[in-house]
Structure formats: C-alpha cells, structure tokens
C-alpha cells in the first residue's frame, strides 16, 4: 500500500470500523450503506480526495447477502491517490443514501444504477432512467436480465427466422 | 415498438423553472436527429426568446450494451466491443481494456510492444483531435476545416491499416502485447507523418486561432471553472482548459510514458476558446512522444511468452504439441482469470478512461465497467450553457468533445 | 465535348420519360445528414477530401428529413433509437431509399443483445446492405452506385402500384 495512502485508509477504518481487502496495490474499503455518506465528506474535505472517478455497482447473483456491491471509486489530483469504497447491500431492491449533495457527477451515476441495477437512492433529486427508454421492464445489467441474443439469420435457416422477424411497411 | 410515446411536462417539472409551467417559456427539442449534436443526443431547452433557461440533457439513443455483452464474451473475445465504444479512440480503448487484462491477471508486456502502443495511441489522440477540429469547424460553418482535417486523418488510418488490417476497429493490441510485428514500412510512414504534420497545425491555426469571425464565437463562452469541473467528474482538455494541471500520462505513468518529455497544455480561462487552444497544443505534444517512442523503439518480441494467456505464433504449433494445446484450450475455453477487481484508467483524448474488471475465477468477466470520459463531461453542460443564446450551445457542445458511443455504451 | 458533339446541328434527343426521371433522381440524390455510431465517422470520410463523395452528386446533405430522399443508417440502431428513426423515414416525402450501412445495421453486427436492433430492416424498409464494420468509404460509395443501378431500372408502373 502506498504510505501517503496508509494513514487515511487507518482513520477510516477506526472511525467506522471498516474492512479492508488490497489487491495488486489496490485498496477496496467496505462501508456500510448509513455509513457512506459521512465517509465520502471525510475524505472529499479532509482528504482532498476531489473526484469521483467512477461510480457502478457489482450483481453477484445468485448470491443474496450482499447481493450487490456499490463502487466508489476516488480519485486525488492533490496526493495522486486512488481508494475504492465498496458498500454491500442486500437483497433484490436496495437503497442507498444519494452522493450527490457531495459529488456533482454521482447525479447521472447514479441514475444510470438505478437504470441499470434498480439500485435506489434515497434523496435523489431525479430519479429517472437515463439510458434505457422510459417503460422498459426489467434492469438490463442484472445477471438474472437475459442477455436477449437471438439467432443470427444464414442461408440455412434465413426463412425459418425471417418468418419470426418483424417486416416494417413502406 | 415503433412507437414513440408521447411525453408530458409532468415528467420534467422538477427540472424546468416555474414559467415553463404557465407557457411563459418555451420547451424545445433539440435532437436527437440534429446536425450539431454530433450524432444522436437530444437537448430538451428551455428558451426565453434565444436565451436558454435550462438544458436537460437525453441520452440513451446508442445505448449498445456493451458492458452485458462483454460480460458474456471471454477475455479475449470481449475486447472487440471496446473498439466499437469510442468509436474516434478504438487504439485507446483497447489499451485500457488490454492494461486492465493484464493488470488482472499479472501478465508482463514486452518493451517494444510498449513503445508500439505508444505511438499508435498518440497518432490516435491525433486522429480524435483531428475529427475533432474538423466538426468544430464545420459547426461554426468553417467547412473548409473539415475538409482539411480529414485530409490528414487518412494519412493517420493509412498507418492503421499498414499494422493492423482495418481503419477503424483495429483490435491491434491484445492482452500480453499486440497481435503481431510492425511491417517494416511502418517506420517511413509515421516519419513522414511526422515531417508533414506540424506545418499542417500552423495552417489550421492561421485559419482560426486569430479569425476573428472565430474568436466572436468562441471567447468567453460556457466558462467551466476548476471547481465544478472537478465536482462533475471532468477531465481530459475539458479540465486542463479550466485550470487543472491533471494527465494520467504524467500523473501516473503507464506503457512507459515516463521516458518521455512532454508538456501538458493548462490554460486557465475555461471558455470554449481556451479548449480549443489545448486542443491545439495537445497536437504537438503528441508529435513529440511519437517522435521519442519512435527512436527509442527497440527490437525484440512484440508480446509476452507467457503461453497460459499468450496464443502461440502459428509456426510452433506444427512442430510442438505443448503449444497445439495452448491453441486450442485459448480459443475454444480463453484464460481464466482470479477472483479479484482492478481498475486501469488511461487518458484517453477526452479524459480518464477506466476500466473496472472483476473476474470471477472463469474465463469470462463478472463485470466489466466502463468509465467513459465523455459521460461526465456531459454532465455538466446543463451548468455551463444557462444563459447563452441556442446559436453558443453548438460552439459550447462541440467544444467539450462528447462521442455518443462513450457516453451510451 | 458532351452532348453538342452527339446532337449535331439537329437540336432533339428522344428518350423515354423513364430514362429522364431516373437518370435525374440518381444524379442528385440528398442523403441526410443523420450519422448514429462508429460508421457516420466513415461516411464523414467519403464526404470528405479524399474520397469525394460528390464526384457522384451527394455534396448536399440535408439536416431535414423534409429535404432529402436517401437515408443512410449509419451504425447500431437502439431500441430508443428505433421509433425516431421509423418517425424520420416518414417524414421524407417519396420517393425514398434506404442503405443500411456497416454491419450492425445490416444485422445487428457484434452486438446481439437486449438493446440492439438486429438489423435495421426490423425498423424500415431497406434497399442497399453495405457490409464491413466499418465499410470503408469505397465500400459506401459502391452501395451508392448500386442504389443508382437500383433506381435506374425503376419503373413508373411499379411505382404507380406502390403508391396507390
């Protein structure tokens, strides 16, 4: 781990008892859900950690507990860091406090998870789907979403499945 | 499914101001088939007169999901999409998704392979800023930049093509290295690029940097300060235009970009004009890594001789049966890779593009997230545009350099 | 040169009406301005300097659906994107074409998922397929050339049939 690094993942870890889990010089810190808010202001204030990098979510279905895993990724320009903060939630339809009164970006981040995962933020000021079109069932980037691959058409079978195709009007 | 729905305000009442509601305002739809929205998002305005109110951003029109399709393609298979998601950056993307790879799974990279990926992504960044130029100028109806950028941007695919087979979606890198040596006309071309270019900028700069039909619609629109930008996620020329002296290049180099000496362009003015001008430098910049990498090139292997991840050059599967099966088992199972996460970002020519990688163990990605500089960058042009007329928001939109495909994946 | 040389002093040409309106409608075709992924980069291109698309009388694109009578669908088409492409084909008045070009507009391409059309024939009706992902800027000016075969053996009573 780097040293500058060291101290501030220490404090976080006191403050919240957090783990921690270190990957090829990778810092993952798991926070819980009340907990991330309070979190992120300590480090974007005291720590200058100034931009959200990315913000995305892991489905670890079938898995249950935790089923999701919401990533904070930070970034500091000042001390060339970099911290990943993982909060794990639980269960098909999970809320998470909203990061945007801290971080301008979390506002279509987050929306794109809720898009994307049905990961709810509680407090977000524009809870609409941003990618898919409004009226869409189902969040596509879920494991348990079919990926909706369907049979390419060659010469073997090209009537068979241009039978099941649409075929627009002139 | 043809269909469109059709939408009433209720859905965007908390985004307008109170004299939309009462028809004081006027809401207007700008895309997601027009010109100058360089390709296909949509602006919903909120006009006083010409002068905009509120701009509320739509995208998802070339929403591809490429993150579920990668997640369902091997490692090796998964990085064709990546070519197809900034579509002005393939060379980029492929090296931000080969460094996640090999990040991921701990696979060395020779040394001229590293140099070849210099040199290719810096004529990329050129190529992008290229495209970029020209669609900034044709935007503001200087057609003749367009003309002129493209010119020289089919010099760069030429050298593509010479390595790699395509113009466009190039694949050239691949986990552990690139697909195969240079040919050994690779050299005089990009030399010869490298003699003709910087005349080339001069040119494009006496047709702008001091036109003062360009300067009235440039200067001092859509101010960006440091602040928001940071707070928005903004990076790339985008941020180092507003005063943020901030390149992955430098700040955390990787491909070997610390042998080189180059500068990177802050300007602190933020304004459509000060982007534009970083733009221009950014040029030479790269000129001169290119220049570097190109003389420090040494001879040797292009990729890793870790046969568990690397395939075997078609020669030894002949004569060894070790390396019959390291052939068959890459293409038919692919590599599997450990149960872990990683993030590699590079700076890619419109800011930091990150890959997340998560494997599970298998051969295929459990997730793989793609932090695309263009979605952030957007997201703040709803702060920057309020109060300009509808003809600035072009010059505004195109300076921040958006690719639909980087923003939809 | 041309035709002075052909018609002498006499001052007549007999063709047929067909002839005429075909051979007009090919040589000034307006494709619109409507690029939607990776392949209107391409299409740029042969717009451009090196390639000169005009060489065959499409310099003019047109930004309105109103103006043009070519449709190149150039890239993936979304599920979102799908209606407003169906709304901007019927908005172009007859008669119209459509190129599907590259391969994701052909048939979906790499991408074969949830939020990709698998070909953009599900959404229009198309006339030229133009393969490669991207096609090069030679490969879309072929499908052009072809499109002009195409229009060129158009007859009126087809026509007529069609459009009543």
Redesign the interface.
Known sequence: MDTKLEPIVKIIQEKFSATFEEFRDEVHLFLKPEQIVEALTLLRDEHKFELLSALTAVDYYPQVSPRFHVVYQLTSLAQNLSLQIRVPVNGTSPKVPTATGLYGVANWRERELLDMFGIEFEGHPDPRRILMPEGTEGHPLRKDFPLGYEEPQFTFNFDEIGLQKPHPKE | ?????E?SIE?FK??VSARALTGETMLLNMG????STH??LRLLLELDGEIIVNCIPD???????????ME?KTYQKAE??TD?LD??NPMGNNLAYVMAVE??V?LDVPVRAQGLRVILVELQRIASHL?WL?SVGLDLAAMSM???C??E??LI?DIFELVSGQ???TTYFRPGGVWRDVPVEFEKAVRDFLKIFPARIDEYEKLLTKNPLFLDRMLGLGILDSA?A????V?GPTLRASG?N?DLRK??PYSGYEQYDFNVPVLTEGDTYARYLVHIQEFRESLKIIEQALNKLPFGPVHSENRKFVPPPRSEIGVSMESLIHHFKLWTEGFPAPK????S?VESPRG?L?L?L?GDGGPKP??V?L?TPS??NL??LS?IVNGHLVADLVAILASIDIV??DI?? | MGVEQKLGDMGVVTTTLENVVNWSRTNAMWPMLFGLACCAIEMMAAQASNYDMSRFGMELMRASPRQSDLMIVAGRVSKKMGPVLRRLYDQMPEPKWVIAMGDCASCGGVFNNYAIFQGVDEVVPVDVYVAGCPPRPEALIHGVLTLYEKVNKEKFKDLAEKYK
Not at chain 2, 1 to 5: D, F, R, S
Not at chain 2, 340 to 343: G, P, R
């Open positions: 499914m043809t269909q469109i729905e939408v859905q908390h985004l997601p088939q027009h010109p390709g296909v995208i998802g029109y070339l929403h591809t999901g490429i993150e579920k399709n369902a064709v999409m197809r579509y002005m990040k991921l701990d495209v020209g367009f003309l002129y493209f010119r941007r089919e695919l113009r466009m979606m928001t940071l707070s928005y996620g990076t943020v901030w700040a955390r872990a996460s990683v993030y970002a930091e990150g997340l998560e459990l997730r997230h932090r979605f952030d997201s703040v702060h639909l495909g939809d994946r």
